[in-house]
Nanobody
Framework: QVQLVESGGGWVQFGGSLRLSCAAS????????TRWFRQTSGMRRELVAE???????YYAESVKGRFAISSDDALNTVYLQMNSLKPEDTAVYYC?????WGQGTQVTVSS
């Protein structure tokens, strides 16, 4: 059974940092592209970043230079380092690989 478990969300002030983690079981991340999406109420899920076995392959324009996606193959975990956070980054962040999704973790940035 495949499980993706996100953690690391929370509340942070404008300009702060958070690191999200997505730990996988039942699937090997490096065999697939793994993505972080985010979603705010009433909006479509937005692709934030993607990583493959070759490294990061995509960042949304709105997060370039502030967010970094990385992976630890030994831990089968993908991370999203988020720096210089803004209120517009507030959302539920989801990890996705192949057809599987995590449960999401809330990120709230106050102004």
């Amino acid at each position: 059974q495949v499980q993706l478990v996100e953690s690391g969300g929370g509340w942070v002030q404008f300009g702060g940092s958070l690191r999200l983690s997505c730990a996988a079981s039942g699937i090997v991340f490096r065999l697939y592209a793994t993505r972080w999406f985010r979603q705010t109420s009433g909006m479509r899920r937005e692709l934030v970043a993607e990583i493959t076995d070759y490294g990061p392959t995509y960042y949304a324009e709105s997060v370039k230079g502030r967010f970094a996606i990385s992976s630890d193959d030994a831990l089968n975990t993908v991370y999203l380092q988020m720096n210089s956070l803004k209120p517009e980054d507030t959302a539920v962040y989801y990890c996705n690989t192949d057809t599987y999704w995590g449960q999401g973790t809330q990120v709230t940035v106050s102004s």
